[in-house]
């Protein structure tokens, strides 16, 4: 049985706000924006990647999480060096890249309502993000 990880809710306070922050600064792609009987739904997807993330209101026990509270998911970069200077080109405050054991590399950045996330480099698997 297959099971694929597809949607990821992040609690915002403010929609506009975060929708700019993930599509113009993170580069994230824009999949649905819909507001109908008190309920927002933005559904928004990383470049390259089969997993979305949505944000909105009156989304029952989404809305109801405390924004900020989402911490440290995962990017799967190429190359975190590249990854890293684009974000902070785009005006992402980024961490300095942290190198770990067999060239496990991190670089963090947080959303405006402080959700964070972690850009991480694997070598082993480097190739297929080429």
């Not at 990880?5 to 922050?21: G, H, M, S, T, Y």
């Not at 405050?93 to 972690?118: A, C, R």
């Amino acid at each position: 049985m297959d099971m694929k990880l597809e949607l990821v809710p992040i609690p915002v306070a403010d929609v506009d706000r975060a929708k700019e922050f993930y599509v113009e600064q993170v580069g994230f792609n824009v999949d649905v924006d819909v507001q109908r009987n008190g309920m927002r739904v933005v559904q928004l997807t990383p470049p390259g990647s089969n997993c979305s993330i949505v944000i909105g209101t009156g989304l029952g026990e989404i809305s109801a999480m405390q924004p900020g509270t989402i911490k440290a998911l995962h990017l799967v970069v190429g190359d975190i060096y590249k990854a890293r200077e684009a974000l902070a080109n785009r005006g992402i405050h980024m961490s300095e890249v942290d190198e770990h054991d067999q060239g496990i590399k991190y670089s963090s950045f947080s959303d405006p309502d402080g959700n964070t996330w972690l850009l991480q480099e694997m070598p082993w698997r480097s190739p297929e993000f080429q």
